[in-house]
């Protein structure tokens, strides 16, 4: 389950732009207390503020990833797009 809550914030913080240290200053804790709360025994208060600090749900931080999943950025013609899905990624090829 630590490996899903890991795998779930770091993906979260780079689709804010934020890296784990400015996810544990917005949280008010150093970030080696960070580090060791995503991989180690993280405390529910813990996992409530980085919910929150992250702007989604505790259920967000422990939903499984899709083994078959594509999400990523491409660029076209000088503009970005983002995509969440394989059809989100067909459409803006189409």
Not at 40 to 45: E, F, M, P, S, V
């Amino acid at each position: 389950m630590e490996k899903i809550l890991a795998e779930n914030v770091k993906r979260i913080c780079k689709e804010q732009g934020k890296q784990l240290k400015d996810l544990a200053n917005d949280m008010g804790i150093d970030p080696g207390s960070l580090t060791r709360a995503i991989y180690g025994n993280a405390r529910l208060d813990t996992i409530e503020r980085m919910a929150i600090a992250l702007g989604v749900s505790v259920k967000t931080l422990f939903e499984p990833i899709e083994k078959n999943s594509v999400e990523g950025y491409i660029k076209i013609n000088g503009k970005i797009y983002q995509f969440n899905s394989r059809e989100e990624l067909n459409q803006i090829l189409q």
